[in-house]
């Protein structure tokens, strides 16, 4: 009898551990059904479903990296969405939902970002010999990566051409150097370094690429080091120490950069000698750097305060505004995407402006989300309207004729511009199609071991070198 009981006891204890592990079982292949039917994993051919990131409009939320249930398939580098761990990606889609913008999609593809981009070798030169193209105009848009290129291009030009390679003619420079932004800094130190005979230009102000850098705070994946200067010893730098050392450089006596200067044209004669035309005359240079960033030249609005340092014409990394009353001015994809992004962050109150009775020129997908987000509350859409004038803390905005003065913190304004691409096809820079996957996976690699190593104790020696206050 006691037997019995025994083993009746042993019956139920099993078949209650049973029955839990055949139901965790079932839903584990309930969820499997569903992961093969959205991501069709058994379809034929090594094909899978990933998310598309379409870089051109990804404006740096952060949103769809925090939504993904496998993990780190997504992270944030240089500012944009990035696949990290393609490997892991099982095709939810949730990453596609959450996206305010509509950047992300679902394709039937290798993981991947996509983009036509300029030919470069892994000197940075283009298809024209002795033409580099670095920062962000060239890939990932990343501070150290734009730092890093301006120093190592001249590098190179160094060690094709000797030091006044143009002949002893003072009117032709070593290199003439397009752009004062990040990489432009850099490579104009690393050129004063070498002693030669170099020019910077900037279509901007003096100063004016670096004191409307769209960021409060610059995050590097690791220190970066400018010629002659030394390392930022931390991977967070504000916009105002990056100001401060520009004022710095613009300071030196042998930092020569001439300003509102625009390259109109670039042309290589038989004998490798560049003629770059600009606004205001002609140059000549054995090697010529461009820095040009990627949004091209912005057209302003021209209204009274527009130079004021909260006035922004790009998005970067939407995530660093919080808590901030904020104008975007404009109707089209840019400004309609960019108040979305803004009105996701905490805390924040968006007010779109745009002159037109109603939007004509923004898809569909971006129509029916910014419905949602009037709807809700988080945006303000403000048809019919004009922006007067800009002050340190408020806006004057026209609203069928009657004048409103609004609390504001930031200003982005989106009323189109020219783009450097059609410059550098125009000048005869090859474009090719580019996947920056490796690139981004590699640096989220690195930008991981130096986070370990400052944990081990490490990072002290890895960062070695002077201050830059």
């Not at 939504?67 to 939810?92: R, S, T, Y």
């Not at 752009?179 to 490579?187: D, V």
Request: net charge positive; glycine share 12%.
């Amino acid at each position: 009898m006691g037997n019995l009981f025994a083993f009746v006891i042993a019956a139920i204890i099993t078949l209650f551990f049973m029955r839990g592990y055949l139901t965790n079982l079932r839903k584990r292949e309930e969820r499997a059904r569903e992961a093969a039917e959205k991501g069709k994993l058994f379809s034929e051919g090594p094909k899978a479903q990933h998310p598309h990131i379409d870089t051109a409009y990804c404006i740096g939320c952060g949103t769809c990296t925090s939504v993904c249930p496998e993990g780190d398939v997504l992270g944030m580098i240089g500012g944009k969405a990035a696949i990290i761990n393609g490997f892991k990606c099982i095709g939810h889609g949730l990453c596609a939902d959450a996206c305010p913008v509509g950047a992300i999609t679902m394709v039937m593809a290798t993981p991947s970002i996509g983009a036509d981009m300029p030919f470069l070798t892994p000197e940075y030169e283009t298809s024209i010999p002795n033409l580099f193209v670095v920062g962000e105009l060239g890939g990932l848009a990343l501070i150290k990566n734009a730092v890093n290129q301006g120093r190592a291009c001249v590098d190179t030009i160094v060690s094709r051409f000797a030091t006044g390679s143009a002949g002893g003619r003072p009117e032709v420079y070593d290199v003439l150097i397009v752009g004062a932004g990040p990489a432009g800094i850099s490579a104009s130190l690393r050129a004063i370094e070498h002693k030669l005979n170099y020019l910077t230009i900037e279509q901007d102000e003096v100063g004016g690429t670096v004191a409307k850098y769209p960021r409060q705070k610059l995050v590097m994946t690791s220190p970066v080091e400018f010629p002659m200067y030394g390392k930022f010893k931390s991977t967070e730098l504000s916009k105002e120490k990056l100001l401060a050392f520009w004022d710095k450089v613009l300071h030196r006596a042998d930092f020569k950069i001439r300003s509102g200067e625009k390259v109109e044209d670039i042309k290589r004669d038989a004998g490798g000698i560049f003629s770059i035309t600009t606004s205001k005359g002609q140059y000549r240079a054995c090697g010529v750097v461009l820095a040009l960033g990627r949004t091209g030249t912005p057209r302003k609005l021209g209204v009274k305060g527009e130079d004021l340092s909260k006035v922004m014409y790009r998005l970067i990394e939407a995530d660093h505004y919080i808590n901030k009353k904020i104008l975007v001015v404009g109707g089209g994809d840019s400004a309609v995407e960019a108040a979305m992004g803004l009105a996701h962050q905490q805390g924040n109150e968006v007010m779109l402006s745009y002159r037109g009775e109603q939007f004509s020129r923004i898809k569909e997908r971006n129509t029916q989300r910014l419905s949602e987000c009037a709807r809700s509350g988080k945006v303000k859409v403000v048809l019919s309207s004009n922006l007067k004038e800009i002050r340190e803390s408020s806006v004057l905005l026209e609203v069928k004729g009657e004048l409103h003065e609004l609390a504001n913190d930031f200003v982005w304004i989106f009323a189109g511009g020219t783009p450097p691409y059609d410059f550098l096809k125009k000048i005869g820079v090859q474009f090719g199609a580019r996947d920056l996957t490796l690139e981004a996976s590699t640096e989220a690699k690195q930008a991981s071991a130096f986070r370990r190593g400052e944990l081990r104790g490490e990072g002290a020696m890895a960062i070695a070198g002077a201050t830059i206050s």
